[in-house]
């Protein structure tokens, strides 16, 4: 599907976001749709992209959300549930209308809208939260296959927060005036952070516990494919590739972002570096990608040479004469001669007609 693993559709509960962003540290008034939609695409193409409130209220945002081509659905009357309701009641919609939709993606941190999660993973979707810290609510976010954190989003892409856990330990320049620090973050490579996005990961953004993970590329690597493995077919069957990603969130959760942090930004791009683990190939008369264990063909080949044919039965002469050397071997008591005709016709029906072959013992 160009590339992607499946189609995507977007739901924005507009004012529980937009609240949610005046309420943050992060200093500023609106959400930033380019930045978040261009996190989001790595997902999939986002076929559909609606947002949801009583735009009576919020009418001057209507235009800048659709330049980017979001629908806004009117939700009249007052009160949150209102706009809830209509999102959650037009999500299952899609769900049975569009089939081709894989992944769903909720924009808000209303744990009201864990139970509509539910629902779409029993149907085998794959969903995606976006919310704040310190504005999302814990079930929601343990509810998603995925949740993604708008203000680590923002400040990754602003240059406030590394795109990255840095590798080494922070080298002594680090510690420069604000100002050298600031031309040093200027050079082409991108190297530590510098020291004044502490603060900012120590505000409850969770992202000041990166800075031990100095190991994190070589054992995390070796984690994901083994996790890759668990999630293939044990028999080597051809899995799809939607489907493969789908079970290796169930195993874990942040697969995304670390399978992002090796530096993987498409699945496929994962899939094709594991190429001694696994073999790809495009679904015959479908196009989807479909994968499955390398190997394990390979190895069980000297075993699929057909078996010898059975022997074929043996010609009635040979049949008379077996049966005659077993009459003489056992040496059965021969019933006269006037009787046999009569046997013999009960056994074998002049008339053709199927009647029950009992011969009576002489």
């Known amino acids: ?105 909720l924009v808000s941190g209303d744990g009201d809208f864990a139970v509509l999660v539910h629902r779409l993973r029993n149907y085998h979707k794959r969903v995606i939260g976006v919310g704040l810290h310190g504005t999302s609510s ?29 590798l080494l330990p922070a080298p002594p320049e680090e510690r420069l005036p ?31 516990d990166r800075a031990p993970r100095a190991a994190l590329p070589a054992e995390g690597l070796s984690r994901l494919k083994a996790q890759l493995l668990e999630a293939l077919p044990e028999d080597g ?13 169930g195993l874990n959760r942040t697969f995304d972002r670390e399978m992002r942090e090796q530096g993987y930004d498409r699945f496929r791009a ?35 040479a057909a078996p010898p044919p059975p022997a074929e039965e043996e010609e009635p002469s040979n049949t008379v004469e077996y049966y005659l050397n077993v009459l003489e071997q056992l040496n059965p008591r021969l019933t006269p001669s006037p009787h046999r005709p009569n046997i013999i016709l009960k056994i074998f029906p002049g008339d053709g007609a199927a009647q029950p072959a009992h011969p009576q013992r002489a």
């Not at 100002?179 to 040093?184: I, P």
């Not at 069957?237 to 969130?249: D, F, K, S």
């Open 178 to 208: 604000r100002r050298a620090a600031s031309l040093q973050n200027r050079r082409p490579e991108r190297s530590a952070p510098p020291e004044r996005s502490a603060p900012a990961n120590s505000a409850g953004n969770g992202r000041n």
């Open 270 to 304: 994962f899939l094709e570096a594991s190429h001694d683990l696994v073999e790809l190939r495009s679904a015959p008369g479908k196009g989807h990608m479909e994968a499955r264990r390398r190997g394990l063909f390979e190895e069980a080949e000297p075993l699929s």
């Open 237 to 249: 069957g051809w899995i799809n590739g939607a489907t493969l990603i789908y079970r290796l969130r």
């Open 1 to 105: 599907m160009n590339g992607h693993e499946d189609e995507v559709a977007l739901f924005i509960d507009f004012e529980n976001i937009h609240t949610s962003i005046k309420n943050s540290d992060l200093n500023v008034q609106y959400v930033d749709w380019r930045v978040l939609l261009d996190e989001l695409e790595r997902f999939g193409r986002i076929a559909i992209r609606r947002a949801y409130t009583d735009w009576a209220e919020y009418a001057r945002h209507q235009n800048s959300l659709a330049r980017f081509g979001i629908e806004t659905k009117n939700a009249f009357g007052r009160g949150k549930n209102v706009s809830d309701i209509f999102l959650a009641v037009e999500a299952m919609e899609v769900l049975h209308s569009h089939p081709e939709i894989g992944t769903f993606i």
């Open 138 to 166: 814990q079930g929601l976010v343990e509810a998603c296959d995925d949740f993604i954190f708008y203000d680590e989003v923002y400040r990754r892409v602003k240059g406030t927060l590394p795109e990255s856990p840095p």
